[in-house]
C-alpha cells in the first residue's frame, strides 16, 4: 500500500465552482471509441476549477510576475506542514494567533507548503460554497514572515467568502510575495497534522494564471 495520499479532487462536470465568478466545467466527446476507433475528450474547464494553483499573475500583471508555466521542478517537490483548523465554525476567519500556536507545533519553516484542512469537502453545499473557512489578512502575513513557498487550503478560495475582489487580502498579501496558492484540496480528513514531504504538479500552460494540480502528502519518517 502506497505511503502518499491523494489530496486532489475528481473533475467532472458537476465539480462544485466558486458562483458568480467561474464557470461549470463541461466535457465533450470529440471521438468514441465505438464510432472513431479512439477516444479523446475536449474540455472547457476553467484553470481555477478542481484542486488548482494559483500563480502570482492569477491577479498581478504579467510583465512583472510569474505565470503558471514559470514554477520550477524544485518547487514541485518539497516539504511542508498539514494543520487542523476543522473545529472552526463556517464562515470564520483563522487567527494570525490560532496559526502561530499550530504552526509552532510542527516546526514551520522557511521554503516549506503550508497546508490548512478547513473541514471542507467538495460539494456543491451552502457551506463549501459559500460559508468555508479562512485565513485573515494577518494571518496570511505571518506567513510572509515564515518566507513558506505555497499556501494550500480545502476551502474554494483562500478569501473570505462573498469577498470582492478589492477585499482578496490574503491573495494581494500573498501573491505579490510570490508566493503560490492551492485551492480546492480534498481528502484531508484522512491525514493526521504534521510534516509532509509534497509533490504538487501544475500544468504549465503557457504564460496563464494557473493550473489544476496533482497533490500528494507522505508523512516525514520520524
Known sequence: MSEWTDLTQTVDQNSPTLP???????????AVLEEDGYNSTILHLET????????????????????IDEITVDEMIAEGVILDFSHKNPNTAITRAEL???AREHNLSQGDYLILN??????????YLQEFVYPEEEAAEFMIEKNIACFGIDALSADKPGADLDNHHVHFTL????????EGIANLSSVSPGRYDIIC???PYANRDGSQVRLLVKPKSA
Open 20 to 30: 458568480p465568478l467561474h464557470p461549470d466545467p463541461e466535457f465533450e466527446d470529440f
Open 48 to 67: 481555477h476549477c478542481g484542486t488548482h494553483m494559483d500563480a502570482p499573475t492569477h491577479f498581478l500583471s504579467k510583465d512583472t510576475y510569474r505565470t
Open 201 to 203: 504538479t501544475p500544468i
Open 100 to 102: 502561530e500556536t499550530r
Open 175 to 182: 501573491l505579490p510575495e510570490d508566493i503560490l496558492i492551492i
Open 118 to 127: 478547513c473541514g471542507m469537502k467538495p460539494a456543491s453545499t451552502e457551506q
